[in-house]
């Protein structure tokens, strides 16, 4: 079992910048996915950003170049600076983990980010 709690959320102006972050409870290995989703009030959870277990990142189209997504295995965290936020980004942002070979995965609890002036 993992514990995954995000941390970093809160309320921005437009073109400001947050930078998320997701602890988990136990080690996690580079044999994991990791991602970031979002969900915005009325709309379905999205995938945002992605690093799978060979390294590859993966961005949404709507947030290629604003986004960054990056792991620090050795402080089972996962970050996800967000840079010129637009109010389209609003949206709870939750934390994903999982394992490439069991399938067995994890989601955090999720964090609200409100961009607004």
């Known amino acids: 079992q993992v514990q995954l709690v995000e941390s970093g959320g809160g309320l921005v102006q437009p073109g400001g910048s947050l930078r998320l972050s997701c602890t988990a409870s136990?080690?996690?290995?580079?044999?994991?996915?990791v991602a970031w989703y979002r969900q915005a009030p009325g709309s379905e959870r999205e995938s945002v950003a992605l690093i799978n277990s060979d390294d590859t990142i993966n961005y949404a189209d709507s947030v290629k170049g604003r986004f960054t997504i990056s792991r620090d295995n050795a402080k089972n965290t996962v970050y996800l600076q967000m840079n010129s936020l637009r109010p389209e980004d609003t949206a709870v942002y939750y934390c994903?983990?999982?394992?490439?070979?069991?399938?067995?995965?994890?989601w955090g609890q999720g964090t609200q980010v409100t961009v607004s002036s």
């Open positions: 994903y983990v999982r394992h490439s070979y069991s399938g067995t995965f994890y």
């Open positions: 136990r080690y996690i290995s580079s044999i994991y996915t």
